[in-house]
């Protein structure tokens, strides 16, 4: 055992020398055969055959995920259909973007004008919770109520469009006419010919347009919307796309485009007549020659003369300066 240990500690190693001189020319070795010109070449002819086998299977690997799951692959109607649908959505974004910054140039507009807009009530968010479709009637019922501030005749709105109106109201709920029962009558116009009509609901299979102001110039697939023209329903909900079916218009309402779950229940436009709630005062003194030079006649404006202390009826004339025979 001490023979071992002086070993190990003092005598020199060879072996190891002579793997560490080892290692040291085989670096050496490898470093002169890369800067070799001649074993360069042949590594750049082989890194070229690689990068074309890679490059194959790149190729390969894009046409495999052309093919569908059976096994078929695209069309080129359908490459045509794809590369449709994508400049549609750049164009659409284009679009979008335009109308978002128009949106926020009108908001400041009508700040800097004090423009007066229409007054609306707060609306009230509920959910469908029944259905209830007759031969005769269709309509929802909304878990929202006179509790809630439903009111009738509250216009039921969904993420797609309008859904109908409110036309009975208990304490925690609404029933819904919708917009496809018979009962339903819904002023609406077209937003590119102005056209107005009246949308009437046919039992549930759908709504048409009846009396229109201009059937001629009404455009196919054109999207109609609320015009407000009764007082009770906003104006600009959208309602649906105008078909025509034979000789007559219909709409292919914007409710079927989705599941009706949760709708909002928007109060009719808060305004009041002239009548109801007089200006001020009246005419004032400002006012009467605006209205004169606008050719609005104008009564004249009858005093009653107080009977004098002495008791001389209201009714006598006053004696003219040069006194009376």
Excluded: C
């Amino acid at each position: 055992m001490a023979w071992y240990g002086h070993r190990r500690s003092g005598e020199p190693r060879p072996g190891a020398r002579a793997v560490v001189v080892g290692l040291g020319l085989s670096m050496v070795g490898v470093l002169a055969i890369q800067t070799s010109t001649a074993v360069r070449s042949g590594i750049d002819a082989s890194r070229e055959s690689v990068d074309a086998t890679t490059a194959s299977l790149a190729s390969f690997a894009s046409d495999l995920s052309d093919w569908s799951l059976f096994g078929f692959g695209r069309s080129e109607q359908d490459r045509a259909r794809i590369a449709e649908l994508e400049a549609q959505v750049r164009e659409l974004t284009r679009w979008k973007d335009l109308a978002e910054s128009m949106t926020l140039r009108m908001e400041r507009y009508e700040r800097l004008l004090d423009l007066v807009g229409e007054t609306q009530g707060q609306s009230v968010t509920a959910r469908i919770v029944a259905e209830d479709a007759g031969p005769f009637s269709a309509s929802r019922i909304a878990n929202a109520g006179a509790a809630n501030g439903v009111r009738e005749g509250f216009a039921v709105i969904n993420e797609n469009g309008l859904v109908g109106r409110v036309v009975r109201v208990g304490e925690y709920t609404s029933r819904i006419l919708m917009l496809t029962d018979f009962a339903s009558r819904i002023p609406v116009m077209g937003t590119r010919s102005g056209d107005r009509a009246l949308l009437v609901g046919d039992n549930g299979t759908g709504a048409r347009l009846i009396e229109p102001e201009t059937p001629d110039k009404i455009v196919e697939g054109e999207v109609w919307v609320t015009s407000g023209d009764d007082g009770k329903m906003p104006l600009g909900v959208r309602v649906g796309i105008a078909t025509r079916v034979g000789e007559e218009w219909r709409l292919s309402l914007a409710i079927d485009e989705g599941p009706v779950d949760f709708v909002r229940l928007v109060p009719p436009p808060d305004f009041a007549r002239p009548e109801d709630a007089p200006a001020l005062g009246g005419v004032s003194e400002n006012t009467e020659p605006t209205l004169r030079s606008a050719g609005v006649e104008l009564a004249p404006i009858v005093t009653t003369v107080p009977p004098a202390a002495t008791g001389r009826p209201a009714s006598a004339a006053r004696p003219s300066p040069g006194g009376a025979q």
